[in-house]
Structure formats: structure tokens, C-alpha cells
């Protein structure tokens, strides 16, 4: 078994991040009569309405990053933050009320992030694009990536590295298969997803042409559970999607191989025997329990389309379920960014223009929509050329910076790769450098074999 690592690795221990002043207390967020929000109709309903409806006692594990604390279980006196009442605006922040706080009451009139824990769902919210316009979309792009959360991906990382390969070689060797261990790997990843997002992102940006299969599973789980939870949808919701996503292609391993790598067009016998892929892994899970129905029918359905194009059953548009879709849409995505034996990697702006395109026939509109405002102009990973002509990754790429996000060089000193020093190039302009860097051309992940478990490795020596 390969490791994606080496071994070496030894992350810094943990800084203590001390709490800026909360200066980011949202204003009520008052509703003018007739406009509707949340299934409030008239100023009067949202006067009249019970306080249960919007002020919401959770579990501090339940908390997002967007939500508005009201209330905690300890007396206020007794935190760090100078006024009642605050927007949990960093992950810090709600790294300590997890650890100090056995509940919290939230105000979601107040929270740009709509999310309410699963025991509060509305009936018929769940699966849906509501939040499409919401805070939690940018999920990604409010993330960074720090030592804690690069640690954490890397082992969720590796875990989910080791759950695709063995059950590539398990179902390989004809041999029995594991589900409930698969499960167990994408819930534990599902906790820590929200601080890990970048990290994890960053990590689905490694790609080697020997190991397509085993990544493309793992960056459609990645991926497909950082929509999910930008779409604002439900812990349970966030956790099919990942198991929908790292086991979407099972089936494969039960076609002919020299079919499926097959280098030219391949003849209709030969489609057809691809197609098989989609009813071949439905048939292995639809009876294990550890598995739920309706991640079976994403595995079914990935290769639906909305015009009805699509295998197997030639579904259209709303008769294919919403995390099928989800996963549809991660599953093209992946494909294109990668080296395929019969196609070549093409850039994440490439690959979002061809998903662009092609919305609404092949691809489900909204979800298109959705993806390209939960990913942005570029990821975490993405590699870049800047405007002299150097190297570089991106680190971040809030929305705030528009096209200037901020990135490190790369620089080859005797076949060694090196991150060099951060740039900012949002900041460069902002302080009126003369000449200032921009990025001149979005690249395809592993361009001029540029290894990313190699700059991983730069990058969790020095954050
Ligand atoms: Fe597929």
C-alpha cells in the first residue's frame, strides 16, 4: 500500500490563537412587510411567530461558522468575548465553545448561515438548494489552511486513501467487502469538515496517472461532501454524499479492463459494457446495510441526465435525485481535471466552462451553479502562472479578493520542489506596488509534473 506521504511528516504542535475583539456583531436582520424569508410571509406572522422558530438550543458540536450565539450555558463573565451576543466568525471561535459550553442557544434571524441541526429540520428542506444565495456557499472561500486543519485532513486523507484501494483490491480479488468500515471513514471525515475544507481540497488536488481510480473516489467523496455542506444541507446529507462519491464507480472494477482503459473511441459493445458500471455497483450495495437506499440509487443514477440522456433508466431533470445529481456534476469535475489514458487534464477553469456549458442538458443547472460559486475562480491547490511568468499554488481565494487571491511561488532548485514565499496579490495592489503580480493563467493540477504530495510536504513543514 502506498503511502500518499512520507512518513516523515511531523506536524508542529498547535498555536494558541488568541480571539480578536468581536467587533462583527450582525444587526437584527428585520424583514419588511412582504418580503419573504423562511416561510415568513407579513411583518405580523414575524412578530406573532414562536420564538422556537428562529432561537434554537443545540449541541456546540452542531454549530457553524455563520451562526449567531445568543445564549451559552456558562455565564458570559466567564468568556473571552466582551459582549452578550456573537457571530461565530472563526473556526477558533467555535473550537471554544465546543470545549466550554455544554449548549448554546443560536439566533438564525441573525445568522447569515440558515443551517439547523437535523432535530430542528423543517420537513422537506433537507436536499434541497436552499442557501444557494447564503453565506454558507463560501464555505471554501472563508477557509484557510493552518497546521491543525492540514494535520487533520491528511489523516482523514489517508484513511479514505486506504478505504478506496482495499476496496479496489477486495472487489479485484472477488473477496468480500466492508461497508460499515467505509461508513466509518466518511462519518469521521464529515466531523471535522468544515475546518478542514481548504486542507482537504488542497489534498483532492493530487492526481498521478497510476492511481486514477483510487483518487477519482476520493476526490468526488471530498468534493461531494464540501457541496453538500455549502448547500447547507443536513450532517446525515453531508455524509451520503461522501459515501455516494468515494463508492459512485464500484461497478467498475467489474468491467473488462482493457475496455475501460482502452485508448480510441470504443465500439457500441463496448459502451454498452461500460454503462453496465452503474447497474453493476447498485446491485453490490443495494442489500448491505451499512449502506442507505438512497446512496445506492446515487450509484445507480450518476451517469443520468437531465434531458434524459443519460444511463440507466434515461431519468430527466427532478426525477433524479438531488444527491444523485450532486454527484453527477463532482464526478464530471474530477474526470476533466485529471489525466485519463484517452483525454488530458484540463485546468479547473476548463472544467468549469465545459460543466457551464453543457448545464441543463448533461448537468443539473442549479447544481452547476452551486458548484461554481462553492469552488470559485480558483481552489486551494490550484496551480497558476502569474503575470512575470513564476510558478505558483493558491492558498486562498476569498471572494473578497475577487481574481487576486493569495498564493505561494513555486521554484525547482535541483529537481526539488520548494513553496516560496507568500504573495498577496489583492494586497499588492491595495498598497499600490508599482507593477503588481496577477494571475496570467489558471494550469491543470500535476502541470510540468509538478507533485503536489511533494509541495504537501513543503507545506506542512512551514504553516
Ligand atoms: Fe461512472
Redo the contacts with the bound molecule.
Sequence with gaps: MELLLRSSIVLKGVQHVPFAQDHCICPTRLVPPGEATVNIQSWEEFRERSIWEYELKISPADLKLGHFVRRLSIPWEKTDFPLQGMMVDSFEKKKWLQEHCDWVIIDLDRSPNPYRPAVYARHGRDHDTHGIEGPALHLLRTASIGQETLSAAIGNYQKLDQQAESLIERLSADAEIDMQQARSVVDEMADGLEENLAALVWLSRIKQRDRYTAQHCINVAILSMGMAASLGWGRREVEMAGLAGLL??L??MRVDKEVLNKNGRLTSDEYEQVKR??TLGYDMLRNEKAIPEEVARAVLG??ERPDGAGYPQGLTGEQIAPLTRVISII?AYDAITSHRVYDPARSHHQALGILWKNRGSQFDRKFVECLTSFMGWVTPGTLVRLSNDDLAVVMESPSIRGFLPLVRTIRQDQGELHLGPELDLAGQRAAGVSNPLRVSEVLPDSYADIDMRELTVQLSRQV
Design positions: 459512485h464507480d461497478g467498475k458500471h452503474t450518476h451517469h464526478d
